[in-house]
């Protein structure tokens, strides 16, 4: 029984990496979000044991009680984590596109083991047009997300307005997603969108880049 687990494992492996490559061709002449009928895969063990969550958490810099954007949530596989991260005092916003992957969300909070979880608002948005008041969230974080954005540089200009000043911008990414790109691109573009860098954390195969909006008084680009 055992052995037909592991191969059943070793199969959807196999199809995920095939499903990928598909993707990634597809993709470099027609630009779309990861579809929604991935999302069981996204939020999947198998995807955690990939990209663990507490290295997510920690590399990002999530500190208990900071009210935080978590940009293009899918189905929620780091939401949960994060949410327990933050504790009751601090509060996460899930933003996503796609109505379909916050209604997978939607019924993940509702399983038994995360109703508790009160610090979660789910909000379908873009990343040019989030419904936030200026300099009021201490952390954004987006995970294999940042490349799926077409106007990279418009987004972040929209996540600079909402952070406080000296807020963090994390953005993390996975060499199998169809989107990777080095962490040399990541700083690059957001040291040009104004932008500190704080840390770069992690390796080729899954890295964290976190940044710092300036301080007043501190001149940017």
Not at 15 to 30: P, S, T, Y
Not at 35 to 55: E, H, M, V, Y
Not at 58 to 66: A, E, L, P, T
Not at 84 to 106: N, R, S, T
Request: glycine letters at 6%; proline letters at 5%.
């Amino acid at each position: 029984m055992t052995t037909l687990k592991a191969a059943i494992k070793v199969l959807d492996c196999f199809r995920l990496f095939l499903f990928l490559i598909v993707f990634r061709i597809v993709n470099k002449f027609w630009h779309f979000p990861v579809p929604a009928f991935i999302g069981p895969f996204l939020d999947s063990n198998i995807r955690r044991r990939l990209q663990p969550p507490d290295k997510v958490i920690k590399r990002s810099g999530i500190k208990q009680g900071m009210r935080l954007l978590e940009l293009g949530c899918g189905s929620g596989a780091f939401t949960t984590s994060v949410a327990k991260a933050v504790g009751e005092q601090g509060k996460i916003y899930a933003v996503d596109i796609q109505p379909a992957m916050l209604k997978q969300l939607e019924r993940k909070l509702a399983r038994p083991e995360n109703q508790d979880l009160t610090n979660i608002e789910l909000i379908q948005a873009n990343a040019y047009e989030l419904p936030f008041e200026e300099d009021s969230l201490d952390l954004a974080y987006l995970v294999t997300v940042f490349h799926e954005i077409p106007d990279r540089d418009r987004a972040l200009r929209e996540i600079k307005r909402i952070l406080k000043p000296g807020g963090i911008l994390a953005i993390t990414e996975f060499l199998l997603d169809t989107d990777y790109r080095p962490a040399s691109a990541v700083i690059q573009r957001c040291q040009c969108g104004g932008f500190i860098l704080n840390e770069n954390s992690g390796n080729l195969w899954n890295y964290t880049v976190r940044f710092k909006k300036p301080s007043s008084g501190i001149a940017t680009n």
